[in-house]
């Protein structure tokens, strides 16, 4: 059996260390696979890796998709992995500072399974962390054939 990941998707680099610091700080921090864009998430979950060792990978038992990202944002990644036999069912969390109604009704009308407004504060954050990935790696269920 693998080992389950979480995908971050995260273009912030200050983000993403508050990201690894919380879940370093629950265990979790080598289920952690990060993606700086959405071009590059979606490299890695259609296997498009230049590296074939890391094309090969299982999918993540979740991705934590960030909203405003350069280039494609967050939606318009969450509709590419909708739109993908590979992917369609696999969990995704939107994990975003934005609190606008349309990005919130956006993400549940593509197919989001939870959106969640990134808390400021660090321990607030660390605790998200660790609900989130205690839960998507242990707690939840997922159907035969389904991604992970």
Sequence with gaps: MHKKTILLVEDNPDDIA???RAFSKCGLEKNIVIAHDGIEALNYLFNREEDADR???NLPA???LDIKMPGM???EVLKQIRSQ???AYLPIVMLTSSDNQQDIF????????SYIL???DFIKFQEVMRHLGFYWLTANK???????
Excluded: E, M
């Design 18 to 20: 508050l990201a690894r």
């Design 55 to 57: 094309g090969k990978t």
């Design 62 to 64: 979740v991705v934590l």
């Design 73 to 75: 944002n967050g939606i």
């Design 85 to 87: 036999k590979r992917t």
């Design 106 to 113: 956006q993400s549940y009308k593509y197919g989001a399974n």
């Design 118 to 120: 990134k808390p400021v």
């Design 142 to 148: 997922y159907p035969v054939g389904v991604g992970v």
